[in-house]
């Protein structure tokens, strides 16, 4: 079975801060991808990846940077949290299709 | 502005009825459809797709239909189970582009 694992499950941090998302795939998928959830809104896509070092906006792209340093590891960064990024943020890859395997989510709260 | 609507939040269905699931999309570029379901506290989970040149898949107990002159498809789950019971998202990607867009979602509740 493919495993997309996300380091936390649940994170509180500060306004202004600096925060890592991880999300680490175990199938040797080429894309991976960032989604945000929120209630009324569904999932929105903010970055993804079709290979190492390569990267693409989604569709919410400000306030957010990532990283793909290695093929199998995709990090969302927040450069400042802010409270409108409190959201759950579910991290996925894919092989190549539309089928999208994705981690249970990571649930961010800004105070 | 909203490619992929959804339009019913939530849905509550009797076990061992019909549950209709609703989606519905704006651009005429899309051409696969996937649904996906939620339990809470976990990823959404692939459950079935359709592509544009058919305008019906069946798997099991759940069926997509797509009305691609109403830019409407539909996701039927024939009985439903309480273990049916989530948050069911359809999605919608262009050809050979790997990017989904996902609608709002509906909560479907199975009772017994």
């Known amino acids: 079975d493919v495993k997309v694992t996300q380091s936390s499950r649940y994170l509180v941090k500060r306004t202004g801060e600096k925060v890592f998302l991880e999300c680490v795939q175990d199938?040797?998928?080429?894309?991976m991808f960032w989604y945000r959830q929120d209630p009324g809104l569904g999932l929105r896509l903010i970055y993804f990846s079709y290979d190492v070092k390569m990267k693409e906006k989604g569709d919410i792209p400000e306030g957010y940077s990532v990283s793909r340093e290695k093929k199998e590891r995709f990090s969302l960064i927040l450069e400042s949290a802010s409270t409108n990024q409190t959201s759950m943020y579910l991290c996925a890859s894919a092989d190549g299709g539309e089928k999208l395997f994705f981690g249970s989510g990571t649930q961010l709260s800004v105070l | 502005d909203q490619q992929v609507k959804q339009n019913s939040p939530s849905l509550s269905v009797q076990e061992g009825r019909i549950s209709i699931l609703n989606c519905d999309y704006t651009?005429?570029?899309?051409?696969?459809f996937l649904w996906y379901k939620k339990y809470p506290a976990e990823g959404p989970t692939f459950l079935i797709s359709i592509s544009s040149i058919k305008d019906k898949n069946e798997d099991g107990r759940f069926t997509v239909f797509l009305n691609k002159s109403a830019k409407h498809l539909s996701l039927h789950i024939v009985p439903s189970q309480p273990g049916d019971s989530a948050v069911y998202f359809c999605?919608?990607?262009?050809?050979?582009?790997?990017?989904?867009?996902f609608g709002t979602g509906t909560r479907l509740q199975v009772f017994p």
């Open positions: 651009n005429s570029m899309f051409d696969y």
């Open positions: 199938m040797d998928h080429e894309n």
């Open positions: 999605a919608a990607s262009v050809y050979n582009t790997d990017k989904l867009i």
